[in-house]
């Protein structure tokens, strides 16, 4: 199974601030690789999907990058909207995988 | 507007069954790949599995083979989870999804005596 590796596991940031999660899988994945975001109580959120094509309706505060094995989500300046948990998940190989989260908290 | 609806979640004992249903509505449901994901209390996501647009093919969890089903109607826009020998780490929220895109609210199953 492809192991999926989320970095860090908890990050505090402001708002205005730019943030970047790191996600990296055990073997190559190509560009077979999304991000989700999950706010507490409520269903996780499509933001990216083939590594750095915006969902639609994602505004472009996010971006998403990498091919391989190591990929990053940036969000580029944090708005109060954006404290959450985010997920990357890799859909190149079954069984598909998720990282571990990282979550997103306001400092 | 894209819309999926989760339905079937219950308490049910170790041992037990129970099926999820998932309507879905504004987009093609034939055509498109399905799947089911979990997230237990207080812990991260977890892919259950997924079904081709077609019924041909699924895919499962290591976790779930021989105990889950996935299937679907392409006639009614449903997707299903048909879950047998439930054990209490299969307490989750399930949630049914078009993976990189659509995802519905879940529902949540307990396993429990």
């Known amino acids: 199974d492809i192991q999926m590796t989320q970095s860090p596991s908890s990050l505090s940031a402001s708002v205005g601030d730019r943030v970047t999660i790191t996600c990296r899988a055990s073997?190559?994945?190509?560009?077979?690789l999304a991000w989700f975001q999950q706010k507490p109580g409520k269903a996780p959120k499509s933001l990216i999907y083939?590594?750095?094509s915006l969902h639609s309706g994602v505004p472009s505060n996010f971006s998403g990058s990498g091919s391989g094995t190591d990929f990053t989500l940036t969000l580029i300046s944090l708005q109060p909207e954006d404290f959450a948990t985010y997920y990357c998940q890799q859909y190149n190989n079954y069984p598909f995988t998720f990282g571990q989260g990282t979550k997103l908290e306001i400092k | 507007e894209v819309q999926l609806l989760e339905s079937g979640g219950d308490l049910v004992q170790p041992g037990g069954s129970l099926r999820l249903s998932c309507a879905a509505s504004g987009f093609t449901f034939s055509t498109s790949a399905m799947s089911w994901v979990r997230q237990a209390p207080r812990k991260g996501l977890e892919w259950v599995s997924t079904?081709?647009?077609?019924?041909?093919?699924?895919y499962y969890a290591d976790s779930v083979k021989g105990r889950f089903t996935i299937s679907r109607d392409n006639s009614k826009n449903t997707l299903y989870l048909q879950m047998n020998s439930l054990r209490a780490e299969d307490t989750a929220v399930y949630y049914c999804?078009?993976?990189?895109?659509?995802w519905g609210q879940g529902t949540l199953v307990t396993v429990s005596s």
């Open positions: 083939g590594a750095s």
């Open positions: 079904i081709s647009g077609s019924g041909g093919s699924s």
């Open positions: 073997q190559g994945i190509s560009n077979n």
């Open positions: 999804a078009q993976l990189t895109s659509h």
